[in-house]
Nanobody, 125 residues
Framework: QVQLVESGGGLVQAGASLRLSCVAS????????MGWFRQAPGKEREFVGS????????VYADSVKGRFTISTDDAKNTVYLQMNSLKPEDTAVYYC??????????????????WGQGTQVTVSA
């Protein structure tokens, strides 16, 4: 069983930056897609971004493109989400997820088999 543990959330003002970390329990994640999703109160879980198993291809939601960046450190089994120029609408619980590369769109939750517990990000105006 793969476990993912997120950290790095917090309360910041608009315009600030945060870096979320997600540590995986298994080295096999090197060959997995790694994704970030978020969920605001009363809303459905929303795709944020994903890095493919080739560790070169990344895709982002339009709402975060140019502000958020995903990176990995496979030696540490860790994936990061660097969030810059944060806005109040970025407030949500952020989840990391992993799964085997497949034909399922990486933008959908069902492409992922493993999920972290989430970390809260709150951006004040």
């Amino acid at each position: 069983q793969v476990q993912l543990v997120e950290s790095g959330g917090g309360l910041v003002q608009a315009g600030a930056s945060l870096r979320l970390s997600c540590v995986a329990s298994a080295r096999t994640l090197r060959f997995h897609i790694m994704g970030w999703f978020r969920q605001a109160p009363g809303k459905e879980r929303e795709f944020v971004g994903s890095m493919w198993s080739d560790r070169e291809t990344t895709v982002y939601a339009d709402s975060v493109k140019g502000r958020f960046t995903i990176s990995t450190d496979d030696a540490k089994n860790t994936v990061y989400l660097q969030m810059n120029s944060l806005k109040p609408e970025d407030t949500a619980v952020y989840y990391c997820a992993s799964g085997r590369q497949s034909t399922i769109s990486v933008r959908t939750p069902r492409a992922y088999s493993y999920w972290g517990q989430g970390t809260q990000v709150t951006v004040s105006a």
